[in-house]
């Protein structure tokens, strides 16, 4: 997905395609408007503010004092106003989930615009080469380029290659800007291909960040890369990949976020195997305590009725509880959302049975803070023993449920 900043800043997606791979929830954190975005079951994006260009931009298109507006001014607007205009998902899609095609179409609409505002953008810095802006509108045709690649268009693989080449030549070009050329370069050599596997597709990002970080040794953002590498393999149970990655940032990332970011990666692997410490009063009156449950097989689920991809997988998680509740299966819910009333309605409607936490405290995700969720839907599963054994129980929930009730 697209979206545009105002003018000078370059287009730019919200999230960077790594992050794409990792991140198909929400933040724990409610957003003041739950996002259309958000009931997809794909990477959050941010909401984009109204544009409004700057005074010293304004006076200029519209040709300052009694000064009349020149071609390249007028050239500039039409550019600017195609920027402004960021499409949105259909307002439908906040209470469904969409299907493949439609998001595929959307993508394929959103990636034809893209290129055809490159084309803009290529046009001014053509036919004003000496502009002060031309600078700006190369800058955005790259950008553009770039979304319009990233959504499918094929068609622009190649002028983008050779844009990005012929930038990187430039002598004068920051190691900021070389960074993120190389970057996304790399993550689109990674996830560009017809390749679905998940597990591929990590190796092969993995794989590219090892190259940037030989290039730029001392940039966070590489680090940054490799962490959420490292997410991904846990994510999709890799749990030894996850914890050597993790591992090496604790003892050689120099940016302090991303270290603090691996302990706490470290510290949530080091908790599968161990008995899983969970008390909480429900909102229905029950006391719980996760220890006196042995004997059950336990899905804590941290969830929130305002994320999308959280209620997308609400009828599998109803499905496994009306299958297995009688052989031993028992669901905790965390719940994130901030208003307890919004809880218990969809309870209710969905006729939820299993036991409910709603957090109080003043941001409502104390437990996800000691627990270190970082997005949701997040589903562990503790065994028959109380002790922690996936950390991803959203994929495969079922007969990992299964699997786990046939143990002694």
């Not at 993790?246 to 080091?270: H, M, P, W, Y």
Request: net charge negative; proline share 5%.
């Amino acid at each position: 997905m697209i979206i545009f900043r105002s003018l000078p800043g370059p287009v730019c997606f919200a999230v960077s395609a790594a992050l794409v791979l990792f991140l198909s929830g929400c933040h724990p954190k409610e957003p003041e408007k739950p996002s259309v975005a958000a009931a997809t079951n794909r990477a959050p994006i941010e909401p984009e503010p109204t544009v409004t260009l700057s005074e010293g931009d304004a006076a200029m298109l519209k040709g300052a004092g009694n000064k009349p507006a020149t071609e390249a001014d007028l050239a500039w607007e039409e550019l600017a106003k195609a920027l402004q205009s960021p499409p949105e998902e259909p307002a439908e899609w906040q209470l469904k989930e969409p299907t493949k095609d439609e998001v595929a179409q959307f993508e394929k609409t959103n990636s034809l615009l893209a290129a055809s505002i490159a084309k803009k953008a290529k046009d001014f810095y053509t036919r004003f080469p000496n502009d002060e802006k031309a600078a700006e509108a190369r800058k955005q045709e790259l950008a553009l380029l770039g979304a319009a690649v990233q959504l499918g268009n094929t068609n622009c693989v190649e002028p983008l290659r050779q844009l990005e080449e012929a930038r990187l030549k430039d002598p004068n070009l920051s190691e900021d800007d070389r960074l993120e050329l190389r970057m996304q370069q790399l993550q689109r050599t990674a996830t560009g291909g017809k390749e679905t596997n998940m597990l591929i597709t990590l190796a092969q990002m993995e794989k590219a960040a090892r190259t940037l970080q030989k290039e730029f040794p001392k940039r966070s953002e590489v680090t940054g890369l490799l962490l959420s590498v490292a997410q991904g393999w846990l994510e999709n149970s890799e749990t030894e990949k996850s914890r050597a990655l993790a591992r090496e940032l604790v003892e050689g990332a120099s940016d302090e976020d991303v270290k603090t970011s691996a302990q706490d990666l470290l510290k949530k692997i080091e908790r599968v195997g161990k008995p899983l410490d969970l008390k909480f009063k429900a909102v229905d009156g029950r006391a719980i305590d996760l220890q006196k449950m042995k004997g059950q097989v336990v899905l804590v689920d941290f969830w929130a009725t305002w994320c999308g991809p959280c209620m997308a997988e609400l009828p599998k998680v109803k499905a496994a509880y009306e299958e297995l509740h009688s052989q031993g299966f028992e669901i905790l819910g965390i719940s994130f959302d901030r208003e307890q009333a919004a809880l218990e309605k969809v309870l209710a409607r969905e006729k939820m049975a299993w036991p409910q936490f709603y957090d109080n405290s003043e941001d409502g995700k104390k437990l996800g803070d000691e627990f270190g969720i970082s997005s949701i839907p997040t589903m562990w599963l503790v065994d028959k023993k109380g002790a922690l054994r996936d950390l991803n129980a959203r994929e495969g929930l079922g007969e990992k449920v299964k699997k786990l009730l046939a143990e002694k």
